[in-house]
């Protein structure tokens, strides 16, 4: 499950913020809330975590047809995007690409290694 802890534990184990410190960031990364929800829908994995956090978090995904025509059905495909201040965008993006494919796989950071649910996703 993820926790701040074990993510500073993993990228920085030298580091030792202090209680005020975690307690910001837990609040800034709704640590409790994305531990709710995990513990709410264990047994998602992969796309089905994508789409549940989408619907979660009342996101709607209006994806033209035409766009979805762009993106090929089998065969290589390379999407390259930047996604500096959050992962929503991100999120997006995989349910739109699999819309069309379910091979659909994302380079990530090491921190969001840490998102259980979505491992299956990543490279």
């Given amino acids: ?24 960031l837990k609040k800034l990364l709704h640590e409790e809330e994305f ?9 998602l994995k992969g ?14 995904c ?3 047809a035409h766009d979805l025509e762009q993106i090929p059905e089998h065969g290589p495909l390379v999407i390259i995007a930047n996604h500096p201040t959050g992962t929503l965008d991100g999120l997006a993006l995989l349910y739109a ?3 069309v494919r379910r ?8 921190m969001l ?5 979505l491992s299956s996703l990543f490279i």
């Fill in 47 to 60: 796309l089905d975590t994508v789409e549940q956090v989408l619907e979660h978090l009342n996101i709607r």
């Fill in 35 to 43: 531990q709710q929800f995990a513990a709410r829908h264990h047994h």
């Fill in 103 to 110: 091979d659909v796989k994302v380079v990530t950071n090491r």
């Fill in 1 to 24: 499950m993820f926790s701040l802890d074990n993510v500073i534990d993993d990228l920085w184990p030298q580091a030792k913020p202090a209680l005020w410190q975690k307690k910001v």
């Fill in 97 to 99: 690409v699999s819309r």
């Fill in 62 to 64: 209006a994806i033209p």
């Fill in 113 to 117: 290694t840490h998102l259980e649910p």
